[in-house]
């Protein structure tokens, strides 16, 4: 058997673009994605904490080091510009796995980009 769980998540981002016009997805600053080990075409859960809305997509890389996070086709209508939003990414595991995996958080800077340690 196996269990969907929590693999990671890019915690508070802001919404740069959305482009209603695009076939769909997400698009993604790429050092965002690696550093949440989160790969194109991959699905993700988007929440958003200005409205409450959460929607499904999958990850398409944007720009390296750009801060984009561009919500695409019928996803944008589910945002605005300006909005802060969580992405979350899950994957398969038995239970034996689950109970050591380690998943990933990362918290951006108010301007998207990674925070340098």
Do not use: W
């Not at 990362?106 to 340690?117: T, W, Y």
């Amino acid at each position: 058997m196996q269990i969907q769980i929590f693999k990671s998540k890019i915690h508070r981002v802001k919404v740069t673009q959305a482009d209603l016009n695009y076939i769909g997805s997400i698009t993604i600053d790429e050092e965002l994605m690696e550093a949440a080990n989160i790969i194109e075409g991959e699905k993700v859960q988007i929440v958003n904490n200005n409205n409450g809305a959460r929607l499904e997509t999958y990850a398409i890389r944007g720009e390296r080091g750009s801060g984009v996070i561009c919500l695409n086709g019928a996803a944008a209508r589910k945002v605005q510009v300006g909005d802060v939003v969580i992405i979350i990414s899950y994957a398969f595991a038995t239970p034996e796995e689950a109970k050591t995996f380690k998943p990933i958080a990362i918290f951006p800077d108010e301007n998207n980009r990674l925070v340098k340690k």
